[in-house]
């Protein structure tokens, strides 16, 4: 599995935006993407990628867009 | 306790920060509360829907002042399970942020200020309140249990001096919130500051989101609070390494923290110039009884402490009889002028006088070492409690049935586990008990089993469905 596909899978797993667009997901736009449904995802994605995020990026890590730009600082290309 | 004097004493302090970074003095504060209160004139029944907002603040500020009884609600709660609260209780008036306003039957709109608005419900006879009613509380707020706890007015006063005795905290403290107005540990943050004429910094934030931190640096917050779930966010957000200087205090309650978390909390502020306060509470004593004074935190890690000033605990064995010897498990019994008047299940019980006469038996089970420190080691009734808000696992099996006719609640603290008999059921169940209970699906597993154990008499055996 490349790592977008690791990213897409852990976004539709976890948000089931029903077939809502990816780029469209934000932390406003799911009600599932609270701040517990948050460190469910950093977590999975630190583990997934094998990365620790700092302060500041998990709490700017607010849509699937941000978040591709934010793993990027990491080393990660999606 | 929310006396006019209270706020003539602090007219010119800052009440409340909001998130934009506007001060209310507490003369602005009272003159909000004055305004909500006109249009009331008399003792009566609120339903006041909570946020962490100012309007919500003035809200229960008004009706306290003027003894009007407030039941506090989650201003997000289910709209089936509010107006099921309503036609149990009558109230007279609601409090609502205006977005939240539903179909209810017959109302009249009286007053909007700032996102909230003032409805009058038509009530043919609302039930009578006895004289110390001050304040209703639920005890299982997200399943919409009718089951209430009954504060007085002595309750509120008792419990916040209590608090501000053992915090030490004066008019320079700055707290931000982090927990529901509506959940009475958070409403002892709001009452324990206020009384001593401090600055409360109002968000609904979550710890999870960018503005609640640079509100916290702007606003030069001095102490936080939480359940043991903040306390694993704040890990998860390298709490450990962000340079907070103004944030002296971390206040913990709602639940036993893991061992671990709490070492390193413990360890962290000893280091840091910080101090730790864990703390045990029950809505039932209006909420917070024991605290462990932070330079034991590491020394007696684990422990919930001793009793709040004016307090006094007590162990109890099966039988009722006192437990003097230490390191035996009893269950905890509180005494104190904190603990509640009782419940009420119906209207026809807001009436009703103190019940619990100053004593409360917890439910739940403890030890006490030499030193005089308690422990909890487990619970006797049957509820978790899920980020930091106690669930009862009846209640959650009857709303279940609603949709489900066999299954079985269990589980522990952060983590519930529904076994039922149709695993092609799975994600509806999680669905509709998340949707009920405004619960995070993550904190929800359901499990299969062939045939829920049970009794002679049809009671389920709990102990047979170990996870």
Known sequence: ?78 | MYSEHLFQTYSTNTAVINEEGTPFFYHDLFSLAEEIYSHLGHRCLVFSFCSNSIESLAGYIAFLSHKVVPLLLDATMDSELVKKLISVYQPEYLWIPTSHICDFDTWERLLSQGNYTLIRLQVEVPFPLHDNLALLLTTSGSTGSPKLVRLSYENLSANAESIAEYLDINGEERPITTLPMHYSFGLSVINSHLLKGASLLLTNRSLMEKEFWSFLKSGEATSLSGVPYTFEMLKKLRFFRLDLPHLKTLTQAGGKMNIDLNREFAEFCHSHDKQLFVMYGQTEATARMSYLPPQYALSKLGSMGIAIPGGEFSLIDEKGKTILASEEVGELVYKGRNVSLGYAESGHDLIKGDENKGTLITGDLAKRDADGFYYIVGRKKRFIKIFGNRVNLDETERLLKNIISECACTGTDDHMLIYINDLSRRDEVIHYISTKTGIHPQAFSVKYIDRIPKNSSGKTIYSRLIA
């Open chain 1, 1 to 78: 599995m490349t790592n977008l596909e690791k990213y897409n899978e852990i976004f539709t797993n976890r948000f089931n935006p029903n077939g809502v667009d990816l780029d469209q997901l934000t932390n406003q736009s799911v009600q599932l993407w609270d701040s517990v449904g948050h460190m469910g995802l950093i977590a999975e994605l630190e583990e997934c990628f094998n990365i620790r995020l700092d302060t500041f990026d998990i709490i700017d890590f607010s849509s699937y867009c941000k978040g591709k730009e934010i793993l990027l600082q990491y080393g990660i290309v999606l």
